[in-house]
């Protein structure tokens, strides 16, 4: 199980990103390695057809995977994005827009996690795009 | 020169992105080929370290590499987002984020884009990203 | 279980492809929507300090998960790679280097297969490197 | 103009690649931050079709973008492959493959160099290919 003070401190830092705020995200759940962050269909984060925007998968990708990273560590540590690529499989049109991210590897000096995406709906997810993101532990 | 009617439809075209709207971007040239769009620095779309986010430098870079694909179209059509990849190449803290937009290869089904971004501070503009679009032209 | 005719078709496929016999490639299994293919630790593949070649890994990674797409169609198909793009995990020194490609998500026209690949000493396996890649069916 | 003694450097590096060997690959040119390398369309190199294995054309993308990043160091440095991608713009059919590599973003641990990929007929060359590679400074 997680050490409770590492999702404390994920929830907290989570609280303080104001882009998740503005994206009405919250986190589902944290486990050693592993995050999932949902996100509701308000209107501003979809395109005119009802879909969630591309853009807006990208950056949950990826900030899923920042804090998949974290989920690793004792202490109080921040990642930063080298680079990260997505691939959108299906058309992402739901009641929920949920990100699962995993770190593949973590390392010294370079992490790498996979974000898989997915619409619920009616309690059935159907995955919409997937990413490899690559980070860097950030020093203090 | 581009046809301004391409231009005009363009513009009309990004004035109904939500997501655009809410960023406060604007398109600051189009090409045959190319665009450019700018986003000022609002305080919800930086990290609490007054930088930009990558989620909003990522969505910016695929936002802009599909209306560069629309330019060469006289013709209303859009594109879908297969793929992208985006490389973070500095921190992103200054007076305007800029994407400029370049259609690498146009064809019948897919089309390739890349998009340089650039923080401009007092005028000059330093790459602070580059990214690979992979564009598949929608039926409509 | 998989059409015999779909396997006698790829393995048939699989022994024309020159760079594949180069590498002294086999394919270990085939199933419906994946392929595993080995490749032996053979001198000119690996760099001066005995890991294998990060462009090999590539090779291998694109190949297999273009056969993944295959194994889907009854009828002889084949597929083009639009893009793929590979994240190295770890030094890959070893008996044997292991591509697992699985097709992600099948489509009219495209196609994205993942390709995990591992190194094998004595009976164990580690992974390597992850890849995504992007095929678009070819017509005949 | 590039210091001698650099270019000396990468030039014995690249006579010991085994694999650039076999491929029969050779240095065009070299400056500061960049790197041309050619490949002839041996046999065992090209597709049934005669063009060029996508294969071939990726480690030739990775292996020029990392010698493009050795061109900015004085001592003899050597950079590991984080990740790299690669899209196929065009068939690759020709009297000669090749590779410029080009440093977008020198750093003291993470370097981002981009592969353009031409084909050269009759002294005319064609994109076939285009590619990031993140790399990594390796101790020594």
């Given at each position: 199980m997680l050490d409770p003070q590492i999702s404390e401190r994920i929830n907290a830092s989570f609280g303080r990103q104001k882009l998740m705020q503005f994206y009405g995200a919250h986190i589902e759940q944290i486990d050693h390695g592993s995050i999932a962050i949902a996100v509701p269909?308000?209107?501003?984060?979809?395109?005119t057809s009802g879909i969630f925007h591309g853009g807006v998968i990208a950056a949950l990708a990826d900030t899923a995977g920042g804090y998949a990273a974290t989920t690793?560590?004792?202490?109080d540590v921040s990642f930063l994005t080298i680079e990260f690529k997505v691939n959108f499989l299906?058309?992402?049109?739901?009641e929920m827009l949920i990100a699962k991210a995993t770190v593949i590897k973590g390392g010294a000096t370079i992490t790498v996690a996979q974000t898989d995406l997915f619409i619920r709906n009616n309690d059935q997810e159907a995955q919409v795009a997937t990413s490899l993101i690559t980070l860097i532990k950030a020093s203090k």
């Open positions: 269909p308000t209107d501003f984060l979809l395109r690793l560590y004792p202490e299906r058309q992402a049109k739901g």
